[in-house]
């Protein structure tokens, strides 16, 4: 076990000696035409950015991605984010037996309770056929991929477990969506719920860091998913023709517009549903844990997130602030 303190904790000015994972490193060049390498280096809590100016070329020969070294220097500010800055770096010693899935960020949830309320939700299902497809398929070293992988690279339920996770919780977004309105077919709604990010189990690899695969970059999770399904029903005697089509289209369509990587934008209830109960679960997620690792020192103002188009405000009211306001205005 590591016994260091934690990146998200640390503010500018802290010291930095830790074992971390090199996440990313790069070659650049700035404006002026100088050399350095880039580095992206985290523990299981935070990434920061690190950039190496002198002896670069030696740096770069020598680790890569994946790779745990040792990084002694200090937390300083630049342009709003929090780096690294380096006075010395080395990779590791021969005794010091480190395993890259140390530096992993995991779910903070129960991964055999998660696993056990997933299974259990499949038995639930009234379809015989649909019952039977989720079946052939979360088993096995399927589940077991499953249940282990990330959701995202970087911007939700980015750690392992988080896939699982990120898939419960749109169930039961769906789940709350058909009791509101019973004109949705809950087993169509809630396999396509199952199955929407099933592709990322071969999309992202994870063993030392969150990175794609070929297969992921030349095909994408959305239509792995889709070909998945095709082949699986085949296995299934007498599988609706017309069920197979509309479940593979919740899963074509639920990022919802074609510039979003959809091959086809949402056409049935069920598909529209799935769409922003994906986007709910993933949106919540990713700005819980931007407020939580990248509000300012001294500010209530997240850094301005790219993939946000926005910074966040992190108002810090809690429930039990609440109760208390509560109190003193209607007691």
């Not at 169930?171 to 929407?196: K, S, T, Y």
Request: one cysteine or more.
């Amino acid at each position: 076990m590591l016994n260091q303190k934690e990146l998200s904790a640390l503010s500018r000015g802290d010291s930095v000696d830790h074992f971390l994972i090199v996440r990313k490193l790069e070659p650049r060049i700035t404006k002026t035409n100088r050399q350095y390498l880039a580095m992206d280096l985290g523990d299981k809590s935070f990434t920061l950015n690190a950039n190496v100016w002198e002896n670069f070329e030696t740096v770069s020969n020598s680790i890569k991605s994946g790779d745990v070294i040792k990084v002694s220097g200090t937390i300083e500010e630049y342009q709003g984010n929090l780096q690294i800055k380096i006075s010395s770096i080395r990779t590791l010693n021969p005794d010091e037996n480190l395993s890259s899935s140390e530096f992993l960020p995991k779910s903070k949830k129960d991964s055999a309770c998660m696993k056990n309320n997933f299974l259990e939700r499949i038995e639930n299902i009234s379809s015989p056929y649909l019952k039977s497809l989720m079946k052939l398929i979360f088993s096995g070293e399927h589940m077991e991929k499953f249940s282990t992988a990330p959701a995202g690279k970087t911007w939700h339920h980015s750690y392992i477990h988080g896939l699982i996770e990120h898939t419960i919780e749109v169930i039961n977004i769906c789940d709350l969506m058909c009791d509101i309105h019973p004109e949705i077919n809950r087993d169509l709604l809630v396999c396509g719920a199952m199955m929407h990010d099933f592709g990322k189990t071969e999309e992202l690899k994870y063993k030392k860091t969150f990175e794609y695969s070929d297969k992921g970059k030349l095909i994408g999770h959305i239509v792995i998913s889709a070909m998945l399904i095709n082949e699986e029903t085949k296995k299934i005697a007498g599988f609706p023709e017309e069920l197979k089509n509309c479940l593979i289209h919740i899963i074509l369509s639920h990022q919802g517009k074609l510039e979003y990587a959809s091959p086809v934008v949402p056409k049935t209830l069920e598909a529209i549903t799935l769409y922003h109960a994906d986007e709910l679960s993933a949106k919540a997620n990713a700005y819980k844990n931007a407020i939580a690792t990248q509000t300012k020192a001294d500010s209530k103002w997240t850094n301005f997130l790219n993939l946000a188009s926005t910074d966040l405000f992190n108002h810090g009211i809690t429930a039990e602030i609440e109760e208390e306001i509560n109190k003193t205005l209607f007691d």
